[in-house]
């Protein structure tokens, strides 16, 4: 499984951006495909989830209403929406993928940098 992210860039406060995860490699029937982030001095943070198949989501308390992660079939992307956004989403967002009742999350791809100026 190769996982692309991009779409991050520099946005002004109560901006919004969309980041979108391309995937290939297999079909992920079965799996999650989630957004993190690790800001600067912190530790990585879970933003986002979505089950392939049937598109359940959850997100991470920081971000609900805000953000909004969701699952383009057509271009077999996994998109995050994100809305109203504050200096402190500024990070480096990466998006992974897992079976679903893993632990661990087995696939990663490169991150990419959202930055949230005032």
């Known amino acids: 499984v190769q996982l692309q992210a991009s779409g991050g860039g520099l946005v002004q406060a109560g901006g919004s951006l969309r980041l979108s995860c391309e995937v290939s490699?297999?079909?992920?029937?079965?799996?999650?495909v989630a957004w993190f982030r690790r800001a600067p001095g912190k530790e990585r943070e879970f933003v986002a989830s979505?089950?392939?198949?049937?598109?359940?989501?959850h997100h991470a308390d920081s971000v609900k209403s805000r953000f909004t992660i969701s699952r383009d079939k057509s271009k077999n992307t996994v998109d995050l929406q994100m809305n109203g956004l504050k200096i402190e989403d500024t990070a480096l967002y990466y998006c992974?993928?897992?079976?679903?009742?893993?632990?661990?999350?087995?696939?990663w791809g490169q991150g990419t940098q959202v930055t949230v100026s005032s």
């Open positions: 992974a993928a897992k079976l679903r009742g893993d632990i661990y999350w087995t696939y």
């Open positions: 979505i089950t392939w198949s049937d598109y359940s989501t």
């Open positions: 490699g297999r079909t992920l029937s079965g799996y999650t």
